[in-house]
């Protein structure tokens, strides 16, 4: 069902439609949250907020892009997460793979064939701390464009910001993303 019918249902009354909405986009607000504050606990917990906000105002919800509205909840508390924790350096702890439990004997089976996994564990972690280095609004133009797909007008709506200041916001992030890869080998 698309997302149109499903607001429609929930502002009529059919509030065990918000569970399908929550299922569809919880992923993609917990590892935006995630990547903004660099904790997982905290991640759990505005993703949550997110959810909690959207049903608190569903009836006045007007937006077309259901998404993008839950994304800017998502960046509105994570900004309030951020004073929150000023002064703090946010730390990567993401644990997207998790290491299979086997026998010591087998180690060196899970060895061989989970090589490509650590790298790729190692990339995401490495990526993830870089995110975390980008002052925030820069962090939020790359997410949002380059995770996400958004393009610079609906970031610049999103974000309150010019289109202008979000194109500049992506091309400095980047270019800073760029420098500290290629000063660890990539």
């Known amino acids: 069902m ?7 249902r929930i502002q009529n009354g059919q ?3 918000l569970n399908e909405i929550a299922g569809k986009y919880y992923d993609d607000i917990y590892y935006f949250c995630a990547y903004q504050t660099g904790n997982r606990e905290d991640a759990y917990d505005l993703a949550q907020e997110t959810f909690f906000k959207f049903i608190r105002y569903v ?3 007007r937006y077309r892009n259901l998404k993008g509205y839950l994304l800017t909840i ?3 508390l994570c900004r309030n997460y951020a004073g929150r924790t000023a002064g703090t350096r946010i ?19 899970v060895s061989m064939c989970c090589q490509g996994e650590f790298g790729r564990l190692e990339d995401h972690l490495l990526l993830a701390e870089m995110l975390g280095r980008l002052p925030e609004a820069q ?15 609906e970031i610049a709506r999103m974000t309150g910001a010019s289109g202008p200041a979000v194109k500049s916001r992506i091309r400095q992030g980047l270019t ?3 420098k500290w890869l290629e000063e660890e080998g990539f």
């Not at 998790?98 to 087998?106: F, I, M, V």
């Not at 133009?141 to 958004?150: D, I, M, P, S």
Request: with cysteine; hydrophobic share 30%; charged share 40%.
């Open 176 to 178: 800073k993303l760029k």
């Open 139 to 153: 962090r939020e133009a790359v997410l949002l464009h380059h995770f996400y797909g958004y393009k610079n007008r």
């Open 74 to 76: 998502a960046m509105n």
């Open 91 to 109: 730390a990567a702890t993401f644990d997207s793979w998790e290491q299979p439990e086997r026998e010591a004997a087998d180690c060196a089976e």
């Open 15 to 17: 509030k065990e439609y």
């Open 2 to 8: 698309e997302d149109r019918e499903l607001i429609r």
């Open 59 to 61: 009836e006045s919800y």
